[in-house]
DNA sequence: CGTGGCGGTCGAAGCGCTTCGACCTTGTCC
DNA sequence: GGACAAGGTCGAAGCGCTTCGACCGCCACG
């Protein structure tokens, strides 16, 4: 029995008999053998390995990050991969390391910023990534993110088709703006487009995920402008606060008040009242983004370019129709 | 020049003349090399990679667990090694698997539970591995932890100088007591052991990380014992819910209810009022974790067993003498 | 019955490094 | 001045796998 006969079994490069294949296996069971992976990969030119990078920046929500690696790691996984922790801003040489070195064969990118320095790198390295989140240029990049954009329209659509004509988008931190973070910005982009083209007025203010910031904000935007009776959050950490506030400063949700959350599910059907969302889907973006990297080193020539999770809207119990509407239809 | 020489001036491992050292090292930044990563794995029989188990188990604060990752890449890289990511209960076939691959040198295990199914299997693995959490039996074992017994002492001894002789034990959720998590054990360990030393009535009850769990909670608990004034939270995300329940329910911080926790001294200063408490010190806790994994590496027949980060604790604003205690001092 | 083709197996040649022992040079000491 | 030691460098032998081309025997077809 040749050393390669067993390396065939096992990767199933070549038709090997049913009775060689079960001789194999057995032995493989008995002898509990277990290919070396660094000879493998030397061999084979591929370990087998991807990178996950994770810059922990200010401002960033750290479960929402997790959600995203632990869908990753999982798929990763399914496709017998492992998954290799980068992190805290060895940045671009970070990946140069690991790259050149034929650590790993692919990269998974996070946290991507609207010019990051990452980008160009990316582009010349000798191995295929994938970005979570999307970039200002995306030439000859392959990326995955939610569509926050319409994400951003679809709450001001249903804030707007409930009878609200003053809505207010309470954003992400103000770091995460100042480094121009593409989520943030596509969502702020989207909430301006649609206030505009629904001629309702929208206001914009990045909010800090502390309980003052978030009392001290909401209280100066509905001072500043008395006639929200919309609120959409893109900011996870501040959302139990701001039920609490919005509560102190006597607006009822959503008789008051009408809110709008950009958030996994669970966390808008774990407030009360529960919340009115677009689900941030992390699983199953962290799972296409493998899927789409195991494809491009399986040399598939499939979609490169963006693609968008289309933004899912559901309604709970945190939006009603505007207070003015509700009004009139009951003084009708 | 032979690739002999080059090695050894990279490794280190024999002596070379300074020009020579120089000459490979001007070609080495002028060529851009970088070793094969599989390639030296596979001759020197190191990968420089270590596995980090997070299994992200229910009741488990994210925040926490990242705090820990992180400590751990970042120390790892600064011994130039990197760190592979194992999650979702992989757990007994994924040590498995990574450590008989020789994926990896050595692993850190977190999460640690008091009668882990992983920890017999690390007896066996021919591979170094370090916990950080502390299982029932430490024989064979290297674990390093904050010292939650010590912890909890401290925040009971705290609350009984001041004056409090009933207090309560606001735990974690009881899926993390129901597997017999080691830190929460012995924390809960802690708070009798010192409850009854002092003399002072000591009650536990685990809680869950939702607005109405602590509300239900903390409000049978103060109906059950309306005379606790001394609160201890080993339950970061709770304890921003808990103030507002305690302003609810008409219990000023710290005049009315003291608050201790066991938390990072950041959550604890990011409060209102700023939380006394016992630090977790996550950052350094990783660092050990890896620094005793490389001493392991590097053949230091040095220290196994259990090493206990000492409890220290900070008294801020949530702390003050006992009502009684302050009522006797004025009338007197 | 002979021949071509094919499925199944094998041997050997690396993959790109590390490491060992050998070798050469130079300096040092008697 | 010669022998020896120490310091530097080199060549070759692997590390444990994958993969290529070759080989062998079998069946089907002419």
Redesign the pocket.
């Known amino acids: 029995?040749?050393?390669?006969?067993?390396?065939?079994?096992?990767?199933g490069?070549?038709?090997?008999?049913?009775?060689?294949?079960d001789r194999v296996q057995e032995a493989v069971r008995v002898l509990g053998?277990?290919?070396?992976a660094?000879?493998?990969a030397?061999?084979?030119?591929?370990s087998n390995v991807l990178a996950l990078v994770i810059p922990l920046r200010a401002g960033m929500h750290v479960p929402v990050l997790m959600q995203f690696a632990t869908a990753v790691v999982t798929t990763a996984r399914r496709y017998d991969h492992d998954v290799l922790l980068l992190t805290a801003d060895e940045g671009r040489s970070g990946l140069e390391r690991v790259s050149q070195s034929?650590l790993v064969d692919a990269l998974v990118v996070m946290d991507v910023e609207l010019h990051d320095e990452r980008v160009p790198l990316l582009r010349e390295l000798p191995m295929p990534s994938v970005l979570i989140g999307v970039p200002a240029d995306t030439e000859g990049l392959t990326c995955i993110d939610l569509d926050f954009f319409a994400a951003a329209e679809q709450c001001v659509d249903h804030l707007t088709d409930l009878g609200h004509h003053s809505i207010a988008l309470l954003g992400t931190p103000s770091a995460v703006y100042a480094r121009q973070t593409g989520f943030a910005h596509r969502t702020l982009a989207g909430f301006q487009a649609a206030a505009e083209r629904r001629g309702v007025m929208g206001i914009e203010t990045p909010c800090e995920p502390t309980f003052d910031a978030v009392l001290g904000t909401v209280g100066e935007l509905l001072e500043a402008h008395p006639g929200i009776t919309g609120l959409v959050v893109q900011n996870e950490p501040i959302i139990g606060p701001l039920l609490d506030v919005l509560r102190r400063l006597g607006r009822r949700v959503p008789e008051d008040m009408s809110l709008m959350a950009i958030c996994a599910d669970d966390v808008a059907e774990r407030q009360v009242p529960q919340l009115s969302s677009v689900t941030l889907p992390a699983d199953e973006i962290g799972q296409q983004a493998v899927e789409a990297l195991i494809a491009k080193l399986e040399g598939h020539r499939t979609s490169a370019g963006v693609t968008l999770v289309p933004a899912r809207l559901t309604a709970r119990a945190s939006t009603c129709a505007a207070p003015e509407a509700h009004s009139e239809r009951t003084t009708a």
């Open positions: 029995m040749a050393a390669s006969t067993v390396s065939y079994v096992l990767s490069k070549r038709s090997i008999s049913p009775e060689t294949r053998y277990r290919p070396n660094s000879a493998r030397l061999a084979s030119n591929r034929a």
